[in-house]
């Protein structure tokens, strides 16, 4: 009975938790938050990949070179220039440009001076030379030569450093050039071949995108294999604690019925036997004290006094027929229980348990149905791609890349032409640069190895003499060559120079989109909005923008009907009817009975059958009471001891045979009285503690058990929306992720004008950065050794004197080695 009581509290707690516990409150039980659908990128080949100006050592020489050119070059964009230019060439005048050019001529003039007066110096020296004006020897000897000598040694050492650090500035610039300028040549027809690809292929890339919503129309079809089982086991677990817990109850009342009905029986069956046996044993019990009594009173019996007193109270205890009877309740309870609660219960537990199997039989209707929307909205999403206007408004575009690519070919073929030349001529004059520089090294140290080894100035070194003429071969080098390296610095320099001052800067600021922006700049010819098919409320600076933002080809062309991708991709558009079908679908998926009508008779038959109306007290307070008042195994245990005692054989036994007749008693009559006893405790026992509480539990049951099924519909069916709403929205993620995705594609990837933009800003990069930089630094560099020549050629020309024998001696009375006995001469001084 105890472990009973505890499984019914128990049962009793779970059952108030699962129906205090507000519905609703679960969380979604469809495998939580949506995935992540995975597409495939379909459009990848057919990009243009973004350059960017790559960081370089060689960065602060192209930063001095152009702030050089920002000197020279200080006039902003020409904007009335061009535009007489470009409409009318013959209304150009040479003095605008020259006004226009004014640093350039400036330069042309220096460069002009240069080519005439190094080449005229030269001839002039070439004259002095055969004359042996210049480059000869020194006339005398004095004492400053040396310091002047190691001075001009210092200075052509640096200037000769110098022109090393500028020549491999210039080979390295140049090689460079020559690197990026064969694939920055390529990059243009093949940027504009990639631009018509990607054009001519939006209609076949907005397709594969349309295709691609097989990914998250597979996943919801997917998940709607498994919709109705898991709504079923969702209903099944959030409610099986309500649910077990009520058919618990029930059974224990079921078992209250059976064990209480069994218990009365004993109690009415128990009662009557010993009331039975009661009477049968009064008057033996009277005789056996009526002998025992006659024998103990006897003058022969010795020291029988003592026993005397208790032979004369043997007599009978418990009377239980002054017990209440139960007959009334038995009477009551007749039948009962009618209905079997086993089977009820197992009915109930297993109509429960197939609520899965129920929800996927109620819910193939609508899932078939959700299958064949999904088919329908398939269709509705190919009307993005049949709807999809580029195709007939991007040939303009189309016809405009060929024309330029068609013509930008032979323009393309001659840039390469002349950079080969530029190039060959570059390297021939810093590899004679570099010659020239040889003979400076070399004259340098044979003059000064000679000079160390010569004692008298006067005399003739070979080593000296060598030094001078590689001085001398370096300088006829240098006048012979300086014109060329000045007329290819300075054709480099106006071509790169003008690329950009007149180009790079003012792509950079934008100014050159502002000018063709502005209307009649360009003749009607070179009219991009009208050649581009672009809109007519925009210019290229605001297309630009909305192209590097990332707009789509559909928002900048010229379109006959606008076409708003906005309004194509909202997801209500293809999710309406899917979550429409799900809203309005409804199953009773929780009727469950767990107690029919007969059982709840049976139930209330019970509590009003008056079993907590029976005095169970009287009961027990009769089963307090022995059977004899007398303890008849003491009595006859005292008779034994005064048998032993007697004297006289006759009354010994006597007493003997009375002991053994009490023995026979004990052992027969009142120990199945006993035992009697004993079970009829166990009855009352648990009838009496059930019957206070029979009429409030079995209320309780009841009330549960009619609760739990009015519920169970009730809460069945939130949770059926609960967990519909859960798919719905996970599917709408799906929905919604794909559309997003549409939406992003077309517009960065299959259909974006990005891809024009970027063209641009890569031929600002590959022009700019990667080929007029390092060419603006070749000329400077290869300028930097031509204007260098000049104190190379002085500092040569100087210093070649100081490696030939002096002619003359220095007269001097200070000099320690003038002596008045020698034969006057040329003495030998140490310099």
């Excluded at 006039?75 to 006004?99: F, G, H, I």
């Excluded at 020559?178 to 071949?193: D, I, N, W």
């Excluded at 004290?289 to 208790?310: H, K, N």
């Excluded at 008693?665 to 009285?673: E, F, I, K, Y």
Aim: aromatic share 6%; proline share 4%.
């Amino acid at each position: 009975p105890s472990g009973s009581l505890l499984a019914m509290r128990a049962a009793g707690l779970l059952l108030a938790w699962a129906l205090l516990r507000p519905a609703g409150t679960q969380q979604c039980h469809l495998a939580g938050p949506g995935g992540v659908l995975r597409f495939t990128d379909t459009h990848a080949e057919i990009r243009v990949p973004a350059l960017h100006r790559v960081p370089s050592s060689l960065d602060p020489l192209y930063g001095l070179v152009r702030r050089c050119l920002d000197l020279v070059q200080q006039n902003p964009l020409p904007t009335e220039l061009l535009r007489a230019a470009l409409n009318d060439p013959s209304s150009v005048q040479t003095s605008q440009v020259v006004q226009y050019e004014l640093g350039y001529v400036v330069c042309a003039a220096v460069a002009l001076l240069f080519t005439v007066a190094v080449p005229m110096a030269g001839m002039c020296f070439c004259y002095c030379r055969s004359r042996r004006r210049c480059g000869g020897r020194l006339r005398a000897h004095r004492r400053s030569l040396g310091c002047r000598r190691h001075c001009l040694l210092g200075c052509l050492s640096l200037t000769s450093l110098i022109i090393l650090a500028s020549v491999i500035c210039a080979f390295v610039t140049s090689q460079r050039v020559k690197v990026q300028m064969e694939p920055g040549l390529g990059a243009v027809p093949s940027t504009l071949r990639t631009l018509r690809q990607h054009i001519a292929n939006v209609p076949q890339g907005v397709q594969m995108v349309v295709d691609q919503f097989e990914v998250p129309r597979q996943q919801i079809t997917s998940d709607l294999g498994g919709l109705s089982r898991s709504v079923g086991l969702s209903i099944h677990t959030q409610l099986k604690a309500m649910t077990y817990a009520a058919l618990a109850e029930l059974q224990d009342r079921a078992g209250d019925l059976q064990t209480s009905l069994h218990h009365l029986q004993i109690l009415e069956q128990t009662a009557r036997a010993l009331a039975a046996a009661r009477d049968e044993l009064d008057p033996a019990l009277l005789e056996r004290r009526r002998r025992v009594v006659a024998l103990l009173d006897d003058p022969r019996c010795t020291s029988c006094a003592s026993v005397l007193g208790r032979a004369q109270s043997l007599e009978l205890g418990a009377d239980y027929g002054k017990v209440p009877s139960v007959e009334k309740v038995l009477k009551a309870l007749d039948g009962l229980p009618r209905s079997d609660f086993a089977e009820m219960i197992r009915q109930g537990n297993g109509t429960f348990n197939s609520i899965p199997e129920l929800a996927v039989e109620r819910m193939a209707q609508v899932i078939q149905d959700l299958r064949d929307e999904m088919a329908r909205t398939t269709e509705k999403v190919q009307s993005i791609a049949d709807s999809f206007p580029l195709h007939d408004y991007t040939r303009p575009v189309s016809e405009a890349l060929v024309k330029a690519e068609d013509r930008s070919q032979p323009y393309l073929r001659e840039v390469q032409r002349f950079e080969q030349y530029r190039w060959i001529a570059g390297t021939v004059l810093c590899s004679i640069i570099l010659l020239i520089l040889a003979c400076n090294v070399a004259g340098m140290a044979l003059g000064a190895y000679g000079l160390s080894k010569r004692e008298d100035p006067s005399d003739y070194e070979c080593r000296g003499e060598a030094g001078a003429k590689f001085l001398l071969v370096g300088v006829g080098l240098a006048f012979l060559f300086s014109w060329l390296l000045i007329l290819l610095v300075f054709a480099t320099f106006l071509v790169g120079g003008n690329i950009q001052t007149l180009v790079c800067r003012n792509w950079v600021n934008q100014e050159i989109y502002k000018f063709i922006d502005t209307p009649g700049n360009l003749p009607p010819s070179m009219n991009l909005t009208r050649q581009l098919n672009l809109r007519r409320d925009s210019n290229l600076s605001a297309v630009y923008r909305e192209c590097k933002s990332g707009a789509g080809l559909w928002e900048v062309l010229q379109l006959d009907r606008a076409y708003d991708l906005d309004e194509h991709l909202r997801t209500p558009k293809y999710t309406a009817d899917f979550q429409k079908r799900l809203a309005d679908f409804t199953a009773r998926l929780g009727d469950v009975r767990l107690l029919r009508s007969e059982g709840r008779q049976d139930l209330e038959t019970f509590a009003r059958s008056g079993v907590d109306e029976v005095d169970y007290g009287r009961f027990q307070q009769e089963m307090r009471k022995p059977v004899v008042q007398t303890s008849l195994p003491a009595l006859a245990r005292s008779l034994e001891g005064l048998q032993k005692m007697q004297r006289n054989s006759t009354v010994a036994g006597r007493l003997a045979a009375e002991a053994q007749a009490l023995w026979q008693m004990q052992n027969s009559t009142v120990r199945s009285q006993e035992a009697l006893v004993a079970k009829l405790g166990e009855s009352v026992h648990f009838l009496s503690r059930l019957a206070p509480h029979l009429q409030e539990r079995v209320r309780t049951t009841l009330a549960t058990i009619a609760s739990v099924e009015a519920r169970l519909p009730v809460q069945a069916q939130q949770i059926l929306r609960q967990e519909i709403g859960c798919f719905t929205r996970r599917e709408l993620r799906y929905f919604t992720q794909y559309l997003n995705w549409v939406g992003q594609t077309l517009r960065e990837d299959v259909a974006s004008c990005q891809p024009l933009a970027t063209a641009l800003d890569n031929g600002r990069v590959i022009l700019c950065d990667r080929i007029a930089d390092p060419w603006n630094a070749f000329w400077f560099s290869l300028g930097c050794c031509t204007f260098f020549l000049i104190p190379n050629i002085i500092f040569a020309i100087r210093l070649t004197k100081h490696f030939r024998p002096i002619r003359n001696r220095l007269i001097s009375t200070g000099s320690e080695e003038t002596c008045p006995f020698h034969i006057p001469r040329v003495t030998a001084l140490k310099l």
